[in-house]
Nanobody, 115 residues
Framework: QVQLVESGGGWVQAGGSLRLSCAAS????????MGWYRQCPGKQRELVAT???????NYADFVKGRFAISRDNAKNTVYLQMNSLKPEDTAVYYC?????????WGQGTQVTVSS
């Protein structure tokens, strides 16, 4: 089992920045893919960004150029630097890890962007 603990959410004005962190712990053999998803009010959960163990990244179109995902393999932690935030980025952000074919989710952290 892998446990994920997210931090860094909060309230910010439009144009501001936040940095999310997600630390993995537990029975970690390897963390193949780490990523972030979000669920905006009234919408389904959607992919934001992912990063492989080799550092390959993938972003949703709506965050390209504004968000950056990174990971520290020594700390089993993934980060999401969010810049130029917009009110439509308001959502619960979830950390996601794929480890040896299993999928794990964090509890979510609220990000609220005011106009």
């Amino acid at each position: 089992q892998v446990q994920l603990v997210e931090s860094g959410g909060g309230w910010v004005q439009a144009g501001g920045s936040l940095r999310l962190s997600c630390a993995a712990s537990g029975s970690i053999f390897r963390l193949d893919v780490m990523g972030w998803y979000r669920q905006c009010p009234g919408k389904q959960r959607e992919l934001v960004a992912t990063i492989t163990s080799g550092g390959n990244t993938n972003y949703a179109d709506f965050v390209k150029g504004r968000f950056a995902i990174s990971r520290d393999n020594a700390k089993n932690t993934v980060y999401l630097q969010m810049n130029s935030l917009k009110p439509e980025d308001t959502a619960v952000y979830y950390c996601n890890v794929i480890s040896v074919g299993y999928i794990y989710w964090g509890q979510g952290t609220q990000v609220t962007v005011s106009s």
